[in-house]
């Protein structure tokens, strides 16, 4: 019965940010990877993951599994059934000294398992005027465990004016999710050179600023 919930429940989460949001997902010209892989993206929100999980083909949502703090999704019944039950999130806990178990053997078991990812390289919401916050390494650590999965770049526009931090209730308005071509890391590669190569492809994705010129 709570399995049979938890489906109804992830089809009108899927329903519900199409209606509030008018989703549209802009794709990259290779496509999606057929073979799991690691979708990184930008993070202002606690809907972030849903909105991506929601554009993704069904045949790859019910195989894609959000990162996400165990702290949030684990703080009530309600959260955790939807962080646990609905989304089958791969819930980290972000406290060094309180953990019970490493995030990158729990990353690097979902692939293992045949699941995707989706993942949030700044590591928390970003609520500042910058495009995007400083890159945590767990990105770098999962894929030099996995080098041969693929990551895929995700910008996604518009989210954090529909749920505005302190915000209850969603502000209809049109949000993209852009997918970027699949990046690998390559044999050898510096850590911070890695993750500089990931910013500037998620970069790539985000729209242009008015007035910039380009």
């Not at 770049?153 to 749920?163: A, D, E, K, S, T």
Request: proline share 7%; hydrophobic share 45%.
């Amino acid at each position: 019965m709570k399995a049979l919930v938890a489906k109804v429940a992830a089809a009108a989460f899927v329903l519900f940010a199409r209606a509030i949001t008018a989703v549209r997902a802009i794709w990259s010209e290779e496509g999606l990877p057929a073979k799991p892989c690691v979708y990184f993206a930008n993070h202002s929100s606690h809907g972030d993951f849903v909105l991506v999980w929601a554009v993704l083909p069904p045949r790859l949502r019910h195989r894609t599994r959000p990162v996400a703090g165990a702290e949030y999704w684990l703080k009530s019944h309600t959260n955790a059934f939807i962080g646990r039950d609905v989304f089958n999130a791969v819930l980290i806990e972000r406290d060094r000294e309180k953990r019970t178990q490493d995030p990158i053997a729990l990353m690097v078991s979902a692939i293992d398992d045949g699941s995707s990812l989706i993942l949030f390289p700044e590591g928390t919401r970003n609520q500042t005027e910058e495009r995007l916050l400083p890159f945590k390494s767990g990105i770098f650590h999962l894929v030099d465990q996995r080098p041969e999965v693929d990551l895929v770049p995700v910008w996604i526009n518009n989210l954090n004016r529909v749920m505005p931090k302190g915000e209850i209730v969603p502000i209809p308005l049109i949000c993209t999710v852009t997918f970027g071509n699949a990046l690998r890391i390559a044999p050898g590669e510096d850590k911070e050179v890695f993750l500089d190569r990931m910013r500037v492809a998620l970069l790539a994705l985000a729209p242009k600023p008015v007035g910039s010129g380009e």
